[in-house]
């Protein structure tokens, strides 16, 4: 069968990845992709968020199926346009991916349907974001607020200010960003204080398979200091959540999401991706994401045992309960090597040398994000996140270790990275 994924990041290329591991698969296309990808796929020069255009090339190439990777497709409504031509497709529909695309529209559903959240409010304006400043958090002026942005914003929306001043600052910062329509809306919101913990599943609106638990280390800097960021790395480890807790979650949490969303008319199949804070009074949602996340992707795929193809078969059939979704056991861990300046200004066009240096073996993967090759043939750094080396081991500790010593063999002018993942 022929397969296209529609992304051009180190997610997407995790998908290729699988996706070439079944035996089912003849041919993958990648739409855009990125030079590490074309190893796996054939590149196919239409962007993501042209609908009509990745329409037009499925039906013109036949293709069997399309799993869209990120989100802004997802939220233009990729998944309904091609269900209205027949096409089989794997993601969230239009209006279920308001859960990721408006932060408001996500809180407010929380909200309606008593899923733990931290407490907030919406503001319309900067004006009002003042006064709620002022109204809704009084008190210690010195307790930290979390301020965002409405729209999506590649994970850049979201600034934890560390007073009620900064976070005016804040205000003022996202209501510039992204030609203002990421932040048309801004939400304030109390801070929670816990661990972190990023929990997806396989859903196909009633049934669903949890994937291992995992953790992204989203700050840019060591000690998780500096500016959140796409992601700096990853791990899996199934100590990250007791029996118990997973119970919990999916009592409190992704039943009563599946159950709200049909209710409301939109059911949610696809990929829900829950970002979790494990505080003291309870097990809360930071946020929703209706995709995979990047560079998640990255640590749970090379940890599937199952046919990604399988389960996409099952999702679209809503035979989810029917199949026997299978991991690996041990650990898996994902190092982000980034451009010079990421999160600011990545600086484009760098030579990466080593790569070449490393036999690929099913338990290491480098994976790449931003990546592209000048007219010498040199590969390039072509984006923030340029590379995720990307390791699956007995344990967490082994599986750190050797992506740190390849790590240490990979370099550019600017490169940057942090050595504290899974730590
Ligand atoms: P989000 O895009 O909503 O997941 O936010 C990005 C990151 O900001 C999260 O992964 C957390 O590290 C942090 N964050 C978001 N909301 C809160 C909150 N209410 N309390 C503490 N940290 C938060
Ligand atoms: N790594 C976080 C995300 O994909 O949203």
């Known amino acids: 069968m022929k397969i296209l994924v529609v992304g051009s990041g180190g997610r997407e290329h995790a998908l290729?990845?699988?996706?070439g591991k079944s035996q089912k698969v003849d041919k993958i296309f990648c739409?855009?992709?990125?030079?590490?990808?074309?190893?796996?796929?054939?590149?196919?020069?239409?962007?993501?968020?042209?609908?009509?255009?990745?329409?037009?090339?499925?039906?013109?190439?036949?293709?069997?199926?399309?799993?869209?990777?990120?989100?802004?497709?997802?939220?233009?409504?990729?998944?309904?346009?091609?269900?209205?031509?027949?096409?089989?497709?794997?993601?969230?529909s239009k209006a279920a991916s308001q859960l990721e695309s408006s932060k408001s529209f996500g809180k407010d559903f929380m909200a309606r349907h008593n899923i733990p959240t931290?407490?907030?409010?919406?503001?319309?304006?900067?004006?009002e974001a003042s006064e709620i400043l002022e109204s809704d958090f009084p008190g210690d002026k010195s307790l930290p607020i979390v301020v965002k942005a409405d729209g999506l914003?590649?994970?850049?929306?979201?600034?934890?200010?560390?007073?009620?001043?900064e976070a005016m600052k804040a205000v003022n910062e996202l209501a510039q960003i992204a030609g203002k329509v990421a932040a048309q809306k801004i939400i304030l919101e109390e801070c929670l204080i816990g661990k972190e913990v990023s929990l997806l599943l396989f859903t196909d609106g009633k049934n669903f398979v949890l994937m291992p638990p995992c953790r992204d280390h989203k700050r840019i800097g060591e000690g998780d200091t500096g500016a959140n960021t796409g992601g700096m790395g990853t791990f899996t480890d199934n100590k990250l959540l007791s029996e118990q807790q997973i119970k919990q979650i999916c009592r409190e949490i992704v039943e009563p999401t599946l159950k709200g969303a049909a209710a409301e008319n939109f059911p949610f199949a696809g990929i829900l991706f829950l970002g979790l804070m494990l505080t003291i009074d309870g097990i809360k949602v930071l946020e929703y994401n209706?995709?995979?996340?990047?560079?998640?992707?990255?640590?749970?795929l090379v940890r599937l045992k199952t046919d990604l193809v399988d389960i996409c078969e099952a999702i679209d059939?809503?035979?989810?309960?029917?199949?026997?979704?299978?991991?690996?056991?041990?650990?898996?861990?994902?190092?982000?090597?980034?451009?010079?300046?990421?999160?600011?200004?990545?600086?484009?066009?760098?030579?990466?040398?080593?790569?070449?240096?490393?036999?690929?073996?099913?338990?290491?993967?480098?994976?790449?994000?931003?990546?592209?090759?000048?007219?010498?043939?040199?590969?390039?750094?072509?984006?923030?996140?340029?590379?995720g080396v990307t390791v699956k081991s007995g344990d967490l500790d082994s599986a750190l270790e050797k992506a740190y010593q390849i790590v240490s063999k990979i370099n550019w002018n600017g490169m940057r990275f942090r050595r504290d993942i899974g730590k």
């Open 317 to 387: 059939s809503q035979t989810l309960s029917q199949i026997n979704i299978e991991w690996e056991a041990g650990s898996s861990a994902c190092v982000i090597l980034a451009a010079k300046n990421y999160p600011q200004t990545p600086v484009t066009g760098s030579i990466i040398y080593g790569l070449d240096e490393f036999a690929k073996t099913d338990d290491l993967n480098i994976f790449h994000s931003g990546t592209s090759k000048d007219s010498k043939g040199n590969v390039i750094t072509a984006g923030g996140r340029v590379l």
């Open 16 to 19: 290729c990845w699988a996706f």
């Open 290 to 300: 209706v995709r995979f996340g990047d560079p998640e992707t990255q640590v749970i």
């Open 153 to 165: 914003a590649a994970g850049k929306g979201v600034i934890v200010a560390v007073n009620r001043a």
């Open 31 to 92: 739409a855009n992709g990125n030079h590490g990808i074309s190893e796996q796929a054939e590149r196919v020069d239409i962007l993501p968020n042209d609908i009509q255009g990745l329409l037009n090339f499925t039906v013109q190439n036949k293709i069997d199926l399309t799993f869209v990777g990120s989100e802004n497709p997802l939220a233009l409504g990729i998944v309904d346009e091609f269900e209205k031509h027949g096409l089989k497709i794997i993601g969230a």
């Open 118 to 127: 931290a407490r907030y409010k919406i503001a319309n304006s900067v004006k």
